[in-house]
């Protein structure tokens, strides 16, 4: 059981490189009769989260309606970004991190990924860990995880290469997922770390990635890595036709 983690959902975006294909928040996609929101649910059950944290801003409405029909077994405690279209996910995870009040995982709201490889990121016993799935250097648009020699994440590199420099001091180990674990302390001194980063202009519009790189050096975060692919970002419509696929009822992960 993990009933002392609050799990953050950072659902205020608005989803513009899918746009096309909706016009409702992205955590609501379809994937063969089930949304995400309803996929997250699902996973939250079997890893034993009890209690949650939903960001929302775009189209908060119709977030709040599929809740109320779903009405999962959660305390909910609703989190309104009102800023969305104006500043990036870090304002939504600073503002999860102040509801939560104590240990949380956080989730970006367009993942989809298999229950079991939330059950095994809950159970393991790092305090503080990134969840990190198979990928490449050559894949631009993904959050590279960066580690040390301890098998600690130290640094986040999204949507550019890897320097030599970074290489020469880091080793890459995959994608960071979009889900991370923080105990209470963690999630204080990363709240915190959020405060100050918002605090300049030119921050507001960046994502958590760019606020990770300001923590990790200072803090010991794991890098749990998780073998299997059945997990999918959906950015855009070419990563919702791959999770369509990866999850398809007759999949092993449908």
Request: glycine letters at 8%.
């Amino acid at each position: 059981m993990n009933d002392g983690h609050t799990a953050i959902l950072l659902a205020a975006g608005q989803g513009t490189r899918i746009a096309g294909m909706t016009n409702a928040p992205k955590v609501l996609l379809d994937l063969h009769g089930r949304s995400l929101l309803t996929r997250h649910f699902e996973a939250w059950a079997e890893a034993g989260l009890r209690r949650t944290a939903l960001v929302v801003g775009y189209g908060q409405d119709q977030v709040r309606e599929a809740v109320a029909a779903l009405n999962p077994p959660l305390e909910i405690v609703w989190v309104d970004n009102e800023e969305f279209a104006t500043k990036g996910n870090t304002h939504s995870l600073w503002l999860g991190l102040e509801a939560a009040a104590g240990a949380a995982v956080i989730f970006d709201a367009d993942l989809i990924y298999e229950p079991g490889i939330l059950r095994k990121f809950m159970e393991a016993p790092a305090a503080d860990a990134i969840l990190v799935g198979p990928s490449s250097l050559e894949d631009i648009e993904c959050a590279k995880a960066l580690v040390d020699g301890r098998g600690c994440v130290r640094k986040t590199i999204d949507k550019r290469a890897v320097t030599a420099e970074e290489l020469a001091r880091y080793e890459f180990a995959g994608e960071a997922i979009g889900v991370l674990k923080f105990d209470a302390s963690s999630c204080e001194a990363l709240a915190s770390a959020a405060a100050g980063f918002l605090a300049r202009p030119e921050n507001v519009m960046l994502n958590w990635e760019h606020l990770l790189n300001r923590f990790l050096p200072n803090h010991d975060v794991a890098c749990h890595h998780e073998p299997s692919d059945k997990w999918v970002e959906i950015d855009t419509p070419e990563d919702y036709a791959v999770a369509l696929e990866k999850f398809a009822p007759n999949g092993a992960a449908g």
